[in-house]
Every structure is written in structure tokens, then in C-alpha cells.
């Protein structure tokens, strides 16, 4: 019987400040959501990496700058991930 209702994976409903409750009815830690912000962050410096590469097999040649962005974005957000790995770690 089919009732219409999607699940969500958890902590789905949670990204971006929604306030529903995940399927268990407890809201995920602050670590748990900046895992997932830091997660979302790097599928985004994923699609630019891609455009670039995506123009670098076509002929063109990213600038300098571009591809600095890229890297830095790249960084930073690695270190977010380890950085909320590592919070999420030391709360157990």
C-alpha cells in the first residue's frame, strides 16, 4: 500500500537548516550537519573541477586564477571534512 511518502536518507531533511525531524525524532549533532554542509561543499569544487577539466579537453586552458580557486576551494574543504571528522570522533 503505498502512502505517498518519500523516506529520506538520514540527516537528509536536515541540510540548509530544515527543521523536521530525521526518521529516528532526534535531530542530528552540529557535527553531523557540518559534515554534511562540508560534504555538499565538495560535490560543489567537484562540477567546477569538472567544467575546467571539461574546457581543458575541448582545447581551451583555465587561468591561473581559476585553477588557484579550485585548489584553495579544494583545501579548504578537505580540512572542514577532517576538521568535522575529527569533532565527530572525539564526541563518541
Known sequence: MATG???????????DGCRSPNPWGTPPTPGVQELF??????????????????AV???GRPTDIQLDAVLD??????TRVQDATDQLISDC
Open 73 to 78: 576551494s579544494i583545501h579548504q574543504a578537505s
Open 57 to 59: 579537453n575541448s582545447g
Open 37 to 54: 554542509a562540508a560534504r555538499r561543499r565538495l560535490g560543489q569544487i567537484g562540477n567546477n573541477l569538472n567544467q575546467l577539466t571539461r
Open 5 to 15: 511518502r518519500r523516506l529520506r536518507s538520514p540527516g537528509s531533511c536536515h541540510l
